[in-house]
């Protein structure tokens, strides 16, 4: 029976879950518009193109330019300025220099021209240089100077130590690696500003060549011991001297005069019969006596007699040897692995191959097998995208590590134009084989990184740029010039050290 109600109950709508259907239709109606306007913005949006500095000579004057040759700082100053690192807009310059009195000032700017960290009396770049003399810098700080004293700071102008040092300098060839001096003692700091040594040594250099083996440390005592990378003690400094031959097992140190070969735990391995010991292999050490290298092994037995002029363990139990002037590969067990051909023969590892000098100045590259792949001139070993490049007979050929010839296409990924050669002179096609740029020049390049190549007609350079128009006219005599690169109108210094682009 009916109790007046207007509906029935069971069939009464639920205003609640109306209510809720409706806030999530209008929700999904939102977020679906959002949607299509971040899809929109990401498609009209292009990614920002990353930019590398340079410093730019022209007109006697020092700048910067950019990576499409775009001038960022005009030339104005005196001296060439240090970029530090390509991909960031901190350029240090030096200036008021006065030769007489061996004074200077410095200062580091911006891609605006605008001085940072003036609270600084100096700002100077961590110079280094490698094996060759080839100069680099540290990317992750800069020494600074104030009322006297060095400290350093990071790429961001934060303060990463402490500013009490009476110098600070790089270990040469070493990175990651500062030295500071307090008070006539050297401590070392890394490149984040972290203290790895105390300034109490009278001298600290490093064990081997990376900075990951540690460091050889000499006390004001005179006496030579061994930290780790940490700072942490592997020997005490109790050694008449000790050799800078890396191993992570054994150590050279000078006792009365005469190498010794102990382990880590200090015991004495190797004592004698031998005059000078060369290299520490992963069978045995490589000697000298009597003026011929020979090998033994940690128990002192002769593996190699003392014949050869040279030895040394280029690849794991694979020694590099030199008998009568030519080189070849040998094991331990004097089984010759490459015959007594060569000048000299290179390892590299990340390739994993060898490289052989031939006395006609080309190369015979050799895989780990031993087998001889090609011969030719290697203008080129590019380890960080995978190939090498070979000039064979009167053109250049590319390979892969596993020596596979690779196309053109699939070594410069980037380009839309490449270098071709037709009748002794060369020009540029694209993917299809299509000529873009004629065959009218007597040398070229391929397009490089920045999107320029190099051409050469009777005798001078000039650019052109990667959709294969002129850029700058065949102008410059660069017959100076060790290696031949544009970015816009600018061409490569001639020291390659300065790393400067220029227009004269």
Same mark, same amino acid.
């Given at each position: 029976?009916?109790?007046?109600?207007?509906?029935?109950?069971?069939?009464?709508?639920?205003?609640?879950?109306?209510?809720?259907?409706?806030?999530?239709?209008?929700?999904?109606?939102?977020?679906?518009?959002?949607?299509?306007?971040?899809?929109?913005?990401?498609?009209?949006? $292009?990614?920002?193109?990353?930019?590398?500095?340079?410093?730019?000579?022209?007109?006697? $004057?020092?700048?910067?330019?950019?990576?499409?040759?775009?001038?960022?700082?005009?030339?104005?100053?005196?001296?060439?300025?240090?970029?530090?690192?390509?991909?960031?807009?901190?350029?240090?310059?030096?200036?008021?220099?006065?030769?007489?009195?061996?004074?200077?000032?410095? @200062?580091?700017?911006? $891609?605006?021209?605008?001085?940072?960290?003036?609270?600084?009396?100096?700002?100077?770049?961590?110079?280094?240089?490698?094996?060759?003399?080839?100069?680099?810098?540290?990317?992750?700080?800069?020494?600074?100077?104030?009322?006297?004293?060095?400290?350093?700071?990071?790429?961001?102008?934060?303060?990463?130590?402490?500013?009490?040092?009476?110098?600070?300098?790089?270990? @040469?060839?070493?990175?990651?690696?500062?030295?500071?001096?307090? &008070? *006539?003692?050297?401590?070392?700091?890394?490149?984040?500003?972290?203290?790895?040594?105390?300034?109490?040594?009278?001298?600290?250099?490093?064990?081997?060549?990376?900075?990951?083996?540690?460091?050889?440390?000499?006390?004001?005592?005179?006496?030579?011991?061994?930290?780790?990378?940490?700072?942490?003690?592997?020997?005490?400094?109790?050694?008449?001297?000790?050799?800078?031959?890396?191993?992570?097992?054994?150590?050279?140190?000078?006792?009365?005069?005469?190498?010794?070969?102990?382990?880590?735990?200090?015991?004495?391995?190797?004592?004698?019969?031998?005059?000078?010991?060369?290299?520490?292999?992963?069978?045995?050490?490589?000697?000298?006596?009597?003026?011929?290298?020979?090998?033994?092994?940690?128990?002192?037995?002769?593996?190699?007699?003392?014949?050869?002029?040279?030895?040394?363990?280029?690849?794991?139990?694979?020694?590099?040897?030199? $008998?009568?002037?030519?080189?070849?590969?040998? *094991?331990?067990?004097?089984?010759?692995?490459?015959?007594?051909?060569?000048?000299?023969?290179?390892?590299?590892?990340?390739?994993?191959?060898?490289? %052989?000098?031939?006395?006609?100045?080309?190369?015979?590259?050799?895989?780990?097998?031993?087998?001889?792949?090609?011969?030719?001139?290697?203008?080129?070993?590019?380890?960080?995208?995978?190939?090498?490049?070979?000039?064979? *007979?009167?053109?250049?050929?590319?390979?892969?590590?596993?020596?596979?010839?690779?196309?053109?296409?699939?070594?410069?990924?980037?380009?839309?134009?490449?270098?071709?050669?037709?009748?002794? @002179?060369?020009?540029?096609?694209?993917? @299809?084989?299509?000529?873009?740029?004629?065959?009218?020049?007597?040398?070229?390049?391929?397009?490089?990184?920045?999107?320029?190549? %190099?051409?050469?007609?009777?005798?001078?350079?000039?650019?052109?740029?990667?959709?294969?128009?002129?850029?700058?006219?065949?102008?410059?005599?660069?017959?100076?010039?060790?290696?031949? &690169?544009?970015?816009?109108?600018?061409?490569?210094?001639?020291?390659?050290?300065?790393?400067?682009?220029?227009?004269?």
């Amino acid at each position: 029976m009916s109790r007046g109600r207007r509906y029935n109950e069971d069939e009464r709508i639920n205003m609640k879950k109306v209510c809720a259907v409706i806030i999530a239709f209008i929700v999904i109606i939102i977020v679906a518009i959002m949607i299509r306007k971040l899809l929109i913005t990401a498609k009209n949006t $292009k990614p920002a193109e990353a930019i590398n500095y340079y410093a730019l000579y022209q007109d006697n $004057k020092w700048g910067i330019i950019g990576t499409n040759g775009e001038i960022i700082i005009n030339p104005m100053y005196q001296e060439i300025p240090i970029v530090v690192d390509k991909e960031k807009d901190i350029f240090l310059f030096t200036y008021d220099i006065n030769e007489e009195e061996g004074t200077y000032k410095t @200062k580091a700017v911006n $891609k605006n021209n605008e001085e940072l960290w003036n609270n600084y009396d100096k700002i100077e770049a961590l110079e280094n240089y490698d094996s060759s003399e080839n100069v680099w810098y540290e990317k992750n700080a800069l020494k600074v100077q104030k009322d006297g004293k060095w400290g350093l700071i990071n790429l961001e102008g934060k303060e990463i130590s402490e500013v009490i040092y009476d110098d600070i300098k790089t270990l @040469k060839g070493i990175e990651n690696s500062i030295l500071v001096k307090k &008070d *006539d003692k050297y401590g070392l700091l890394n490149c984040k500003g972290v203290k790895i040594l105390d300034t109490v040594y009278s001298d600290i250099t490093c064990f081997g060549d990376n900075y990951i083996n540690g460091y050889i440390t000499k006390n004001e005592d005179g006496k030579y011991g061994i930290v780790n990378v940490s700072g942490e003690t592997i020997l005490d400094n109790t050694y008449e001297e000790i050799e800078n031959i890396y191993s992570d097992k054994y150590f050279v140190i000078v006792e009365n005069g005469k190498q010794q070969l102990i382990n880590k735990e200090k015991e004495k391995v190797l004592t004698d019969n031998f005059d000078e010991i060369k290299q520490i292999t992963s069978f045995g050490i490589v000697f000298i006596k009597d003026s011929k290298y020979g090998i033994m092994d940690f128990e002192g037995n002769i593996l190699l007699d003392a014949e050869f002029d040279v030895l040394n363990e280029v690849n794991t139990g694979v020694l590099l040897a030199q $008998k009568d002037g030519k080189v070849g590969l040998i *094991d331990k067990e004097k089984n010759e692995k490459v015959a007594f051909n060569f000048k000299n023969i290179y390892y590299n590892d990340k390739a994993n191959i060898y490289i %052989a000098e031939n006395e006609d100045l080309t190369q015979t590259i050799i895989d780990s097998n031993f087998e001889t792949k090609m011969i030719g001139i290697l203008s080129e070993l590019n380890t960080d995208k995978g190939y090498m490049k070979i000039k064979i *007979d009167d053109g250049y050929k590319y390979y892969n590590y596993k020596f596979e010839e690779k196309d053109i296409k699939d070594i410069y990924i980037n380009n839309n134009i490449y270098l071709s050669k037709k009748d002794g @002179k060369f020009g540029f096609v694209d993917s @299809k084989g299509n000529v873009v740029v004629d065959y009218n020049y007597d040398d070229a390049t391929e397009i490089n990184e920045y999107g320029y190549a %190099a051409i050469k007609k009777d005798g001078l350079w000039g650019s052109i740029d990667k959709e294969g128009k002129i850029v700058a006219e065949p102008t410059y005599n660069l017959d100076n010039n060790l290696k031949i &690169d544009f970015i816009g109108k600018w061409h490569l210094g001639v020291d390659l050290n300065m790393n400067y682009y220029c227009d004269k």
